[in-house]
């Protein structure tokens, strides 16, 4: 079982274009400074950082970028929290009422309830995400001009454009791949977990880039977690007397893409994957309903291999 680091302290902190809101729970004071590198800096180093304090900083469109450079450049543990997340759980506690005191309040309170299933920022990952997202995005707009050149009457003033199209989106895909294996390359930490990922049969490079870049949480949470955060644990649906069927919802919709396409893979040539598939098809259960059981199996297996990996290399894994 993962040592957990438990944080004591917590500074929640609320970002707008203009000004960040401060909540210190070590004092319970709350602070208000500008959203600039020097403003930032100065607060940043009113204090040193320590191993019990988590700072847990708004998502805000970009806004918080700068916050999040400097307070982990200085040696802090932050972690930046999705307002979807924050939100649900500011209803759970009642809180209707929304001002920025209240959210940077309520983010230090997340940041406490919650710390053992947040994940902290670094460099390496971070910089992943917005290099996968855009490859998605290009490579779904490839798909597209694909499609349209394909139509069996076109316009050859339109078919030209669409093959200078295509083909700079493709150089554009071929330049991202490009620097996101340079950024595994350098972070030892996402190397070893792209190594992990492949030797998982049914997973290969493009896969394991969308679920490191994506799936951040992998190795860090626990089984359940993990399945409900790619989106396909299953979810009851009882009623009294009523016992439907379970089904699986929300989830990230490129990392269930990435584990479908895994799938499909794996049923063939993972022999464990093979077997649970072959012994679902065998009890008459749908096609799709055993696939869908092959993700979530799939998503369980690489999430247990790369917690073991961080455990036997890490020994105490830091988590926020």
């Not at 490129?254 to 098809?281: C, G, Q, S, W």
């Amino acid at each position: 079982m993962q040592n957990i680091t438990k944080y004591k302290h917590f500074v929640g902190i609320d970002v707008s274009k203009d000004k960040l809101d401060i909540y210190d729970s070590r004092t319970g004071t709350f602070s208000q400074v500008a959203n600039t590198r020097t403003a930032i800096k100065q607060f940043v180093y009113q204090n040193k950082p320590q191993s019990d304090l988590l700072i847990v900083i708004d998502l805000t469109g970009g806004y918080e970028a700068l916050a999040v450079e400097l307070f982990h450049t200085a040696g802090y543990c932050v972690h930046r929290a999705s307002g979807v997340q924050v939100k649900a759980f500011m209803r759970a506690c009642g809180q209707r009422a929304k001002t920025d005191r209240i959210d940077a309040y309520h983010l230090a309170l997340y940041g406490d309830k919650m710390q053992e299933n947040l994940k902290l920022y670094t460099d390496g990952q971070n910089k992943l995400k917005p290099i996968v997202e855009r490859l998605e995005d290009l490579k779904s707009m490839l798909q597209q001009e694909k499609n349209r050149l394909s139509a069996p009457t076109l316009d050859p003033t339109i078919k030209t454009g669409l093959k200078r199209t295509t083909a700079f989106l493709q150089r554009q895909i071929k330049e991202l791949e490009q620097a996101a294996a340079a950024l595994i390359d350098k972070d030892a930490e996402l190397s070893a977990k792209q190594a992990v990922l492949l030797q998982e049969k049914g997973i290969g490079r493009q896969i394991a880039l969308v679920l490191l870049a994506l799936l951040p949480e992998l190795g860090v949470v626990n089984r359940r977690q993990i399945a409900a955060l790619a989106g396909v644990a299953p979810y009851a649906k009882d009623s009294g007397t009523l016992s439907a069927h379970r089904f699986v919802r929300s989830g990230r919709p490129p990392v269930k893409k990435a584990l479908f396409m895994a799938a499909l893979v794996a049923v063939r040539h993972n022999e464990t994957i093979k077997t649970f598939y072959d012994r679902l098809i065998d009890n008459k259960k749908p096609k799709l309903l055993a696939i869908t059981a092959a993700m979530r199996k799939l998503t369980i297996i690489i999430n247990a291999k790369i917690k073991n990996y961080l455990k036997n290399s890490n020994g105490d894994i830091k988590v926020g």
